[in-house]
T-cell receptor
Framework: KQEVTQIPAALSVPEGENLVLNCSFTDSAIYNLQWFRQDPGKGLTSLLLIQSSQREQTSGRLNASLDKSSGRSTLYIAASQPGDSATYLCAVRPRMDSNYQLIWGAGTKLIIKP | DTEVTQTPKHLVMGMTNKKSLKCEQHMGHRAMYWYKQKAKKPPELMFVYSYEKLSINESVPSRFSPECPNSSLLNLHLHALQPEDSALYLC??????????????FGPGTRLTVL
């Protein structure tokens, strides 16, 4: 059974720092992995999708990597800003018959201090 | 356009009321989803429609009734809800089927409070 873990559960850093959020999964049989951002009480914004054949994806100050063999993905945020404060969730789409399911991590709550 | 819209943004209802949540997307996606999210938890999948047909029902109580009138619209009809059903209800869409390209896009959600 696929399980997704995000550590740490919360992270507070000063503005301007580069930081890394971690996501690990137990089964490498996945179609893809998505990173989302969620502001309090709001919907989810898709940040990056990494296909199973890819090693990384970049969007602006964000870079996501994928290492299927070790069951790990990281989200790198460069030059953090207070506006980056949010909860970041990763989710994997398992390669299985019921292919609509996303298996979610519990999220990392990020606070960027001005 | 990568937008999924949901109405209303907020809804307060009594346990005897009947109400509906609405979701719309114009990305040409043929899979649409309803999720329920409680505070500080990840979303929980409720229903999936693929090509306007109900594909997955995650053992959701019958007081929640989904409907997919066409490929762009998804409704969730609510009746005789319980206070524990209070949550953020999220709609999402994607291309159907298993593929590494399938990316789910979410709407802003409806904050539901059941009194």
């Amino acid at each position: 059974k696929q399980e997704v873990t995000q550590i740490p559960a919360a992270l507070s850093v000063p503005e301007g720092e580069n930081l890394v959020l971690n996501c690990s999964f137990t089964d490498s049989a996945i179609y893809n992995l998505q990173w989302f951002r969620q502001d309090p009480g709001k919907g989810l914004t898709s940040l990056l999708l990494i296909q199973s054949s890819q090693r990384e994806q970049t969007s602006g100050r964000l870079n996501a990597s994928l290492d299927k063999s070790s069951g790990r993905s990281t989200l790198y945020i460069a030059a953090s800003q207070p506006g980056d404060s949010a909860t970041y969730l990763c989710a994997v789409r398992p390669r299985m018959d019921s292919n609509y399911q996303l298996i979610w991590g519990a999220g990392t709550k990020l606070i960027i201090k001005p | 356009d990568t937008e999924v819209t949901q109405t209303p943004k907020h809804l307060v209802m009594g346990m005897t009321n009947k109400k509906s949540l609405k979701c719309e997307q114009h990305m040409g996606h043929r899979a649409m989803y309803w999720y329920k999210q409680k505070a500080k938890k990840p979303p929980e999948l409720m229903f999936v429609y693929s090509y306007e047909k109900l594909s997955i029902n995650e053992s959701v109580p019958s007081r929640f009734s989904p409907e997919c009138p066409n490929s762009s619209l998804l409704n969730l009809h609510l009746h005789a809800l319980q206070p524990e059903d209070s949550a953020l209800y999220l709609c999402a869409s994607s291309q159907p089927g298993g593929s590494s390209y399938n990316e789910q896009f979410f709407g802003p959600g409806t904050r539901l409070t059941v009194l």
